[in-house]
């Protein structure tokens, strides 16, 4: 039996399509076969090892797909179904964190670019949270989104393989760090916005 806080995986308008094309009985298989409320081991080494992943978040007319990223590990799973990861110093438009302060509902995709490693898509309802004990686990973060996932692993046969040969990758230069302070974006030096710099801003507190 379905849990009844959950929403149907297919609404009205993927029934439409899949009948359309009949493709009901694959996405019926898919739904019972693959689609889980705990993370699966593959889903749990894709995430902790990750440096970015995207986040889908929308309100209303306001539909949003940004990225975010860190060191491997900045994403980190906290239960079964749960994870959470740190909203760093960011451009002040709050388009993300904005839309889950108005709808919960988001959208995650975590994804390695060799060609062969299986996507985790998650469905997820997204909480914003500020307590001093959360931001203690998270370096650099402002504020920590938690998530309580739905997730979906499936084929990578259309990921691009964009690791080549070597998968060294250097360390991003504006992640925040103990003991570094990462450099100020270029955008923050713009001539229309070196000014108006958020009072909490951490380049502007650094120059005052």
């Known amino acids: 039996m379905a849990d009844p806080v959950r929403a149907p995986f297919y609404h009205d308008g993927m029934r439409e399509l899949q009948d359309r094309f009949d493709g009901r009985r694959v996405a019926d298989g898919l739904e019972k076969h693959r689609l889980h409320f705990e993370f699966w081991e593959q ?23 940004s990225m975010r990223s860190g060191d491997p590990g900045f994403v980190r799973i906290t239960g079964p179904d749960t994870l959470e990861f740190p909203e760093y110093d960011g451009n002040n438009m709050y ?3 904005g839309n889950i302060h108005r709808n919960p509902n988001v959208g995650l995709l975590f994804v390695r670019l060799d060609g062969k490693t299986f996507r985790t898509r998650i469905r997820g309802k997204a909480t ?5 004990e959360v931001l203690a686990g998270h370096h650099g973060a402002k504020v920590v989104v938690r998530v309580k996932c739905e997730i979906f692993p499936n084929c990578p046969r259309y990921v691009p393989d964009l690791m080549g040969a070597s998968a060294d990758v250097p360390a991003n230069l504006y992640v925040p760090r103990p003991g570094y302070e990462p450099p100020a974006p270029e955008w923050k030096s713009r001539d229309y916005l ?11 507190k650094r120059d005052a």
């Open 128 to 132: 914003i949270h500020d307590s001093a």
């Open 43 to 65: 889903d749990r080494k894709l995430i902790e090892e990750t440096r970015f992943f995207f986040i889908a978040t929308s309100y209303q007319d306001n539909v949003d797909c």
């Open 194 to 204: 070196k000014d108006v710099l958020s009072k909490y801003d951490p380049h502007r």
């Open 95 to 97: 388009r993300t964190l």
